[in-house]
């Protein structure tokens, strides 16, 4: 059984290690991430989401909090309005609550799919909570470049 266990890990570890293959240069770009053939693989089961994440452009939203607040007291009730308000050309995805020392809510960062960022400023006009700004992002997931 030893005689196996070693031959299987010899077979295993003994190939060469493959040289990552640089990124494109230049901002990260959707256009630039096709530049390079083996930044995205297109077997990669979220080749297909970033596609549409580039047709939709994503905002990422940032909610400054006057003070430390509960999740439900800061965003349950913001949250139902912008999803009730949400349309098909600002729509939120998701939000993300960093957390305090107590464990309390501080800020808001929420992600949003929309035409333009005043489409977004639009619906969070309708929505209880203080605005820092509406910011343009490229989301790239670590899979894609597997």
Known sequence: MNIAFTDLHKRIYSKPPQ???PLPRGPLQPENLFQNPNAIS???PRFRSLLVEVRMPKFLVVHPLP???TIEEAFIPAGKNAKAYSNADAYWVRSWCPLDEKGKVFRIL???NAVNAEAVRK???KVPLPLEGVYLMLVVDSEDFR
């Open 123 to 125: 619906v969070l006009a």
């Open 110 to 112: 929420s992600e949003w």
């Open 19 to 21: 040289q990552p293959q």
């Open 67 to 69: 003070t430390s607040t």
């Open 42 to 44: 297109l077997k990669s």
